[in-house]
């Protein structure tokens, strides 16, 4: 109010602030402190306003008073201008009323990748040198050749800041670690009684979440840990039909080491098998794998081959034809491999199968859907595409990149373009040269 300089600029000038609304007293109501004559909404409004007419007052003929206000939060919220501003004649309302709440918002276009950058980033030259590789890391070379360099040679991985819940990797981690302990927990997991499967697990889950993030979670978190449980009772349903079927828990989160032999062309399988489950009547092996989605596994594992992809060299290797003689392309190998693994090392001549038990946040879809057209001729193809994919990652095969990710945690280091942003690896050999020269 004191402040003389002839032109005044007020921020955040939006009802939450201005005038703003007193802390409410559940002995005290704002009507009570009117009558007593205390500060009040009335008063602290009256207040407000009369501040305003002042500054813009003091500011009358050449000078000038700028007043703004933000449209929304960070969050996204809609934000309301001050109902100070609001206080006009009858004849002056309709526009002012129409200058705070335009028809049609300026929407600004996102920003447009520089035509030119100022450099391009040049990684160091490395060698992948693992005597072992995982169904994920298979994946992530899958996806794209050269993001799999950065994260799985160089090391490079997004962090991830500000977060006010929990991550997909998190509720991962702990509906596995509840699944691992229910798993062994073998009077309960031999159990045909949906409700006593359910209340262990919640029990379970409750105990999981109080060591993750205390006795007071935020909101956010105390959701999701909700939804969690509404799944986890969906699944103590599914998991009863199971054992009533001849379904028997045979091993959870069972490693594949060296000592299952399962080789790569040269490199080793590795890996954690959610769960293999043995049938008592069929003797039939399964093995499983938790998802917190609805994809069924073959959706997730491959997908069609389009004509441009079947003639690209740098793609067409990961094609393979199916039963019916269509092209497909693999973009996860996961559970062909473990079920192929399982036959050579657990099965003894039993057949082996591959489900998803999906834990999707729709509990009426939390089902296990078992991968029917997962055969040996689809296994064996599945680890043609692994040993090819070994044979590329240590010849030193990372690129070109791919250009059409639908989720890239480099996307912002790339700034739209990464042919552009990253220059082609003649240039890092270079680079690697002048740094040994230097030395």
């Given at each position: 109010?004191?402040?003389?300089?002839?032109?005044?600029?007020?921020?955040?000038?939006?009802?939450?602030?201005?005038?703003?609304?007193?802390?409410?007293?559940?002995?005290?109501?704002?009507?009570?402190?009117?009558?007593?004559?205390l500060?009040?909404?009335?008063?602290?409004?009256?207040?407000?306003?009369?501040?305003?007419?002042?500054?813009?007052?003091?500011?009358?003929?050449?000078?000038?008073?700028?007043?703004?206000?933000?449209?929304?939060?960070?969050?996204?919220?809609?934000?309301?201008?001050?109902r100070?501003?609001?206080?006009?004649?009858?004849?002056?309302?309709?526009?002012?009323?129409?200058?705070?709440?335009?028809?049609?918002?300026?929407?600004?276009?996102?920003?447009?990748?520089?035509?030119?950058?100022?450099?391009q980033?040049?990684?160091?030259?490395?060698?992948?040198?693992?005597?072992?590789?995982?169904?994920?890391?298979?994946r992530?070379?899958?996806?794209?050749?050269?993001?799999?360099?950065?994260?799985?040679?160089?090391?490079?991985?997004?962090?991830?800041?500000?977060?006010?819940?929990?991550?997909?990797?998190?509720?991962?981690?702990?509906?596995?670690?509840?699944?691992?302990?229910?798993?062994?927990?073998?009077?309960?997991?031999?159990?045909?009684?949906?409700?006593?499967?359910?209340?262990?697990?919640?029990?379970?889950?409750?105990?999981?979440?109080?060591?993750?993030?205390?006795?007071e979670?935020?909101?956010?978190?105390?959701?999701?840990?909700?939804?969690?449980?509404?799944?986890?009772?969906a699944?103590?349903?599914?998991?009863?039909?199971?054992?009533?079927?001849?379904?028997?828990?045979?091993?959870?989160?069972?490693?594949?080491?060296?000592?299952?032999?399962v080789?790569?062309g040269?490199?080793?399988?590795?890996?954690?098998?959610?769960?293999i489950?043995?049938?008592?009547?069929?003797g039939?092996?399964?093995?499983?794998?938790?998802?917190?989605?609805?994809?069924?596994?073959?959706?997730?594992?491959?997908?069609?081959?389009?004509?441009?992809?079947?003639?690209?060299?740098?793609?067409?290797?990961?094609?393979?034809?199916?039963?019916?003689g269509?092209?497909?392309c693999?973009t996860?190998?996961?559970?062909?491999?473990?079920?192929?693994?399982?036959?050579?090392?657990?099965?003894?001549?039993?057949?082996?199968?591959?489900?998803?038990?999906?834990?999707?946040?729709?509990?009426?879809?939390?089902?296990?859907?078992?991968?029917?057209?997962?055969?040996?001729?689809?296994?064996?193809?599945?680890?043609?595409?692994?040993?090819?994919?070994?044979?590329?990652?240590?010849?030193?095969?990372?690129?070109?990149?791919?250009?059409?990710?639908?989720f890239?945690?480099?996307?912002?280091?790339?700034?739209?373009?990464?042919?552009?942003?990253?220059?082609?690896?003649?240039?890092?050999?270079?680079?690697?040269?002048?740094?040994?020269?230097?030395?």
């Amino acid at each position: 109010l004191w402040e003389p300089a002839p032109g005044l600029v007020i921020t955040g000038f939006n009802d939450e602030h201005v005038p703003g609304t007193l802390t409410a007293d559940p002995f005290l109501p704002d009507k009570a402190k009117a009558a007593l004559g205390l500060p009040c909404q009335a008063t602290r409004r009256a207040r407000d306003a009369y501040f305003l007419k002042a500054m813009a007052e003091q500011r009358s003929g050449s000078r000038t008073l700028h007043i703004v206000l933000g449209r929304h939060t960070a969050e996204g919220d809609a934000l309301r201008p001050s109902r100070l501003l609001l206080d006009a004649s009858d004849d002056d309302l309709p526009l002012r009323v129409k200058h705070l709440f335009p028809a049609e918002d300026e929407v600004q276009a996102p920003p447009r990748p520089l035509r030119t950058q100022a450099f391009q980033l040049t990684p160091p030259l490395r060698k992948w040198t693992r005597s072992a590789i995982s169904p994920t890391a298979l994946r992530r070379y899958l996806q794209c050749p050269f993001r799999f360099y950065l994260t799985d040679v160089l090391g490079m991985e997004s962090v991830s800041t500000g977060l006010r819940e929990l991550s997909p990797a998190t509720v991962g981690d702990l509906i596995h670690q509840v699944f691992k302990a229910f798993a062994d927990e073998t009077a309960v997991a031999e159990s045909r009684d949906a409700g006593i499967i359910a209340a262990w697990l919640e029990a379970e889950l409750d105990r999981r979440a109080a060591l993750y993030f205390g006795a007071e979670p935020l909101f956010s978190v105390t959701l999701q840990v909700e939804s969690l449980r509404q799944r986890l009772a969906a699944f103590a349903e599914k998991q009863a039909e199971l054992r009533e079927q001849g379904w028997r828990i045979l091993r959870a989160e069972e490693k594949i080491q060296a000592d299952w032999g399962v080789d790569l062309g040269g490199v080793i399988l590795s890996g954690k098998i959610d769960r293999i489950d043995r049938n008592d009547k069929t003797g039939m092996l399964r093995v499983i794998d938790y998802k917190t989605s609805r994809k069924k596994p073959e959706e997730a594992h491959h997908r069609s081959a389009r004509k441009e992809l079947l003639a690209d060299e740098n793609q067409s290797w990961k094609c393979f034809d199916d039963a019916r003689g269509k092209a497909r392309c693999w973009t996860d190998l996961q559970l062909p491999l473990y079920a192929r693994a399982v036959s050579a090392k657990l099965a003894d001549g039993a057949p082996v199968e591959a489900a998803y038990f999906l834990l999707p946040a729709t509990v009426s879809e939390v089902k296990t859907h078992v991968w029917e057209g997962l055969d040996a001729d689809l296994m064996d193809a599945a680890g043609d595409c692994a040993c090819e994919a070994v044979r590329r990652i240590r010849d030193g095969v990372f690129w070109p990149p791919v250009e059409d990710l639908r989720f890239d945690d480099f996307a912002e280091l790339f700034q739209g373009d990464v042919m552009k942003a990253v220059a082609p690896p003649e240039s890092w050999l270079v680079e690697k040269v002048a740094e040994e020269l230097a030395l």
